[in-house]
């Protein structure tokens, strides 16, 4: 029906860049020339020339962004074309292949299967790896380095790595390990500029003034990049290490490596600060604490309260909130099912009505399909909690036959009444 979410929803966040791939290829002057004529466009507009390519030329490049040199690679193609036929190098794709023949029209594939493409690909990723290394190698040793600060304007000189490690220490702000990064003037010029058109770096919105920015970066805890941000993906040295990999990608294969060890000390792990949001507005907590404390203030829901009276247990708080969730996304209220034509008006009406912390008959939102998030990111599911662990240790003397509830509480008796659990052990 017209109440049905037919799509998966999620809170706002920073959009990225639709690439998988990183972006390495840096900003320049060069020109990229056509394979078959004078037709060449700057670096920057290579789109324009893909596009010149395939409809005036019947030309596909593959997987064009994992290219590390694409100038150089278009001026080795241009001149191989100029020696031999197109045919001999790239796959033929024929078009409407069942149709008449005067309808039909034949486009050229080029890609790495061919070992000469392949090999060609794998010399300019080669190159552009031992230019990058011989770059950071320079910034290594490089004891001219002069900036100040971009949080207190102190001044650095001598060697990035000072600043780096300044920023991290007394400003909770790390781009990773100074041996890690590659072009850092370029990176910190980057960072500079969106600070200086009061751009948050994490999030990337922008504000009224500097002491708002700094507000808001401090308690968002946003004093740090977004990874999924691809414009910094030329900075560090890890995504030009495997032609057309991503660091994530080089990362996964890094730790699938990892032999386990029992005696792995993890007392320095340091969870990433959860943003939970509110079931009633767009405020947002990094803690628990905040959000529950939030919601009771602001619009006198407790459901800390709601879940002592009710005895809710740990799933049925889960239904409990995507229920909640889903009626306000469905501009309905979720005390008295009264539908309205907004969001905004259905939330009037809850706080108008005192129908904050009314809730419908527990059948009607203790239901399976409310195990399901209305939100795929709800970080507030992630906080709730059993009352068995905050102190009720009531139990239940009605039945001797053991159930396996949803959170299976005492696993211990399970174990000993259940004959196939015995078997199991």
């Not at 594939?109 to 790896?129: A, G, S, Y």
């Not at 889903?326 to 005390?335: A, K, M, T």
């Not at 008959?361 to 905050?390: I, R, V």
Request: some cysteine; overall charge negative.
């Amino acid at each position: 029906g017209q109440d049905s979410i037919l799509e998966p929803l999620c809170f706002p966040e920073q959009p990225t860049d639709s690439s998988d791939a990183p972006s390495l290829q840096r900003p320049s002057s060069e020109l990229l020339v056509c394979l078959f004529c004078s037709e060449s466009v700057p670096l920057l507009q290579k789109d324009v020339l893909l596009k010149h390519l395939l409809l005036e030329h019947k030309m596909v490049i593959a997987d064009v962004k994992l290219i590390a040199d694409l100038p150089k690679y278009m001026l080795y193609w241009k001149g191989r074309f100029l020696e031999q036929p197109v045919t001999d190098f790239c796959s033929v794709i024929k078009t409407n292949s069942t149709g008449p023949v005067e309808k039909q029209e034949d486009y050229f594939l080029l890609c790495d299967i061919l070992p000469e493409d392949r090999i060609l690909r794998e010399k300019l990723q080669q190159k552009r790896l031992e230019e990058v290394l011989e770059q950071q190698q320079q910034e290594r040793d490089d004891t001219s380095f002069h900036r100040l600060c971009m949080f207190c304007s102190e001044e650095f000189t001598g060697n990035r790595s000072s600043l780096l490690n300044h920023m991290a220490r007394e400003h909770s702000f790390s781009i990773g390990l100074p041996d890690n990064i590659v072009y850092c003037s370029e990176f910190l010029d980057t960072l500079q500029s969106k600070l200086d058109n009061l751009q948050c770096l994490y999030c990337e919105k922008t504000f009224r003034d500097k002491t708002t920015l700094k507000d808001h970066m401090r308690k968002k805890a946003h004093r740090r990049i977004n990874a999924n941000n691809r414009e910094y993906d030329r900075f560090y040295v890890i995504n030009y290490l495997e032609l057309g990999k991503t660091w994530e990608e080089v990362q996964s294969e890094d730790d699938r490596e990892l032999v386990d060890d029992e005696d792995d000390d993890w007392s320095d792990w340091q969870a990433h600060p959860v943003s939970a949001v509110c079931l009633f507005c767009d405020h947002q907590s990094e803690t628990m604490d905040q959000i529950y404390t939030h919601m009771k203030e602001a619009h006198g829901f407790d459901l800390h309260k709601l879940r002592t009276e009710l005895n809710l247990r740990f799933y049925q708080q889960v239904k409990l909130v995507n229920f909640i969730r889903r009626q306000i996304h469905q501009s309905r209220c979720y005390g008295c099912q009264e539908k309205f034509d907004s969001r905004d008006n259905v939330l009037r009406h809850i706080m108008a009505e005192g129908h904050v912390m009314k809730l419908p008959d527990m059948s009607t939102w203790d239901q399976p399909q409310y195990y399901f998030p209305t939100y795929e990111n709800d970080a507030l599911l992630c906080t709730l909690s059993d009352s068995d662990e905050d102190g009720n240790d009531e139990t239940n003397h009605g039945e001797d036959v053991p159930v396996i509830a949803e959170d299976i509480s005492n696993l211990r008796a399970l174990k000993q009444t259940s004959y196939y659990l015995y078997y199991l052990k």
